[in-house]
């Protein structure tokens, strides 16, 4: 008899008749409840992409080095990274996913509230799964891989840097490797640049050691290339290396115009900048709107969701929001801890936000 993955229904699924009355609005469905970039992808990243189109040979699944040196000069750059050793992935959800399996990890801790890749990543190596936001609740056990994730999908929350730097500490003394998720690193809405969020591979996060450190980042948020597949690694050169070996063998290689268009976005800082003032200015009048509207805003200092609430079940939430013709993802999808939230994205173009806006004004 064929063995089966047990792996859990597509969250997404479950929306199908909210969706349904969100469209029915005469003015037509705002879906705010994925994080798919909806913005033009910057003219010279399609220009790369159309260049390089021609090449008919088989790209380096680790990457040209070219794109190496374009990862490692912009982690650094934009975020004060010691990012010597990268790999580009086929996307940043492929890699989570396969992650534990390419390590060989039998036991896996995920936040308490997680983006739902972690849990799936675990259950396809067959690995044990521990929620926990903090190392108490992880105890004497000794996992092979923690995952953390700041800015956090879906709450928006920041991890500061005692918390990073006792999480380094903790991991490198015990032989635990720590997978942290940044694909959200340089949407940070604190004013202050000390509020801003922190990489794990910062030297004043892990004092220049990345034993056990690896750092997981994409274009598909900060330069709307989630179509293009384009996200990279970044940390420990022998887990980098082992990563490299065994991608190699299953053919997990970033195609090679995708690869060229990645350089010419990584190069470019001038795009990221322009599409995180159009999140800015999205998130102020979302936000507004919301807390005029009855709902509370937990954590969400960074990324692209607000983290609402009105303490009820979000399933309530959720179909309060379709009546009025928007789609949000329910907090359960994240964990038992969003029971009682909502995440509202930040993706959708202005003139849908300001539908939203407009919506949400009307219940005042």
């Given at each position: 008899?064929?063995?089966?993955?047990?792996?859990?229904?597509?969250?997404?699924?479950?929306?199908?008749?909210?969706?349904?009355?969100?469209?029915?609005?005469?003015?037509?469905?705002?879906?705010?409840?994925?994080?798919?970039?909806?913005?033009?992808?910057?003219?010279?990243?399609?220009?790369?992409?159309?260049?390089?189109?021609?090449?008919?040979?088989?790209?380096?699944?680790?990457?040209?080095?070219?794109?190496?040196?374009?990862?490692?000069?912009a982690l650094q750059r934009r975020y004060n990274m010691q990012a010597e050793s990268?790999?580009?992935?086929?996307?940043?959800?492929?890699?989570?996913?396969?992650?534990?399996?390419?390590?060989?990890?039998?036991?896996?801790?995920?936040?308490?509230?997680?983006?739902?890749?972690?849990?799936?990543?675990?259950?396809?190596?067959?690995?044990?799964?521990?929620?926990?936001?903090?190392?108490?609740?992880?105890?004497?056990?000794?996992?092979?891989?923690?995952?953390?994730?700041?800015?956090?999908?879906?709450?928006?929350?920041?991890?500061?840097?005692?918390?990073?730097?006792?999480?380094?500490?903790?991991?490198?003394?015990?032989?635990?490797?720590?997978?942290?998720?940044?694909?959200?690193?340089?949407?940070?809405?604190?004013?202050?640049?000390?509020?801003?969020?922190?990489?794990?591979?910062?030297?004043?996060?892990?004092?220049?050691?990345?034993?056990?450190?690896?750092?997981?980042?994409?274009?598909?948020?900060?330069?709307?290339?989630?179509?293009?597949?384009?996200?990279?690694?970044?940390?420990?050169?022998?887990?980098?290396?082992?990563?490299?070996?065994?991608?190699?063998?299953?053919?997990?290689?970033?195609?090679?115009?995708?690869?060229?268009?990645?350089?010419?976005?990584?190069?470019?800082?001038?795009?990221?900048?322009?599409?995180?003032?159009?999140?800015?200015?999205?998130?102020?009048?979302?936000?507004?709107?919301?807390?005029?509207?009855?709902?509370?805003?937990?954590?969400?200092?960074?990324?692209?969701?607000?983290?609402?609430?009105?303490?009820?079940?979000?399933?309530?939430?959720?179909?309060?929001?379709?009546?009025?013709?928007?789609?949000?993802?329910?907090?359960?999808?994240?964990?038992?801890?969003?029971?009682?939230?909502?995440?509202?994205?930040?993706?959708?173009?202005?003139?849908?936000?300001?539908?939203?806006?407009?919506?949400?004004?009307?219940?005042?």
């Open positions: 008899m064929m063995r089966t993955l047990s792996l859990p229904d597509f969250p997404w699924d479950s929306l199908a008749e909210a969706k349904k009355t969100a469209e029915s609005h005469a003015d037509g469905i705002v879906n705010l409840s994925v994080g798919t970039p909806v913005d033009p992808v910057a003219p010279g990243i399609q220009l790369a992409l159309a260049e390089s189109g021609a090449a008919p040979g088989y790209p380096q699944t680790a990457g040209t080095e070219k794109l190496r040196a374009s990862i490692s000069a990268v790999l580009p992935v086929v996307g940043t959800k492929e890699a989570i996913a396969w992650l534990p399996t390419l390590l060989g990890a039998k036991s896996v801790v995920i936040p308490e509230l997680a983006y739902p890749t972690y849990e799936v990543s675990a259950r396809l190596a067959g690995a044990n799964v521990l929620r926990a936001d903090s190392l108490t609740q992880v105890g004497p056990a000794k996992p092979d891989l923690l995952y953390i994730n700041s800015p956090s999908n879906p709450t928006g929350k920041v991890l500061g840097i005692e918390h990073l730097r006792k999480v380094v500490g903790w991991a490198q003394s015990r032989g635990v490797i720590v997978a942290s998720d940044e694909c959200y690193l340089g949407l940070g809405w604190q004013g202050e640049d000390e509020d801003q969020p922190l990489s794990i591979l910062d030297p004043r996060v892990c004092d220049g050691d990345t034993t056990n450190l690896l750092a997981i980042h994409s274009l598909s948020k900060t330069s709307n290339l989630a179509s293009y597949r384009a996200g990279y690694l970044a940390g420990d050169p022998e887990i980098i290396s082992a990563l490299l070996q065994a991608r190699k063998h299953a053919g997990l290689i970033v195609p090679g115009p995708i690869q060229e268009a990645m350089v010419a976005a990584l190069d470019n800082d001038a795009h990221e900048l322009e599409q995180k003032q159009r999140y800015a200015r999205r998130r102020a009048q979302l936000l507004g709107a919301l807390l005029d509207a009855g709902f509370r805003i937990d954590n969400s200092e960074a990324g692209l969701y607000l983290w609402a609430t009105r303490d009820e079940p979000c399933r309530d939430t959720v179909d309060w929001f379709a009546r009025r013709g928007i789609l949000v993802a329910p907090g359960e999808f994240y964990g038992p801890k969003g029971k009682n939230h909502v995440r509202v994205s930040l993706t959708e173009t202005d003139e849908r936000i300001d539908a939203a806006v407009a919506r949400l004004r009307a219940e005042q």
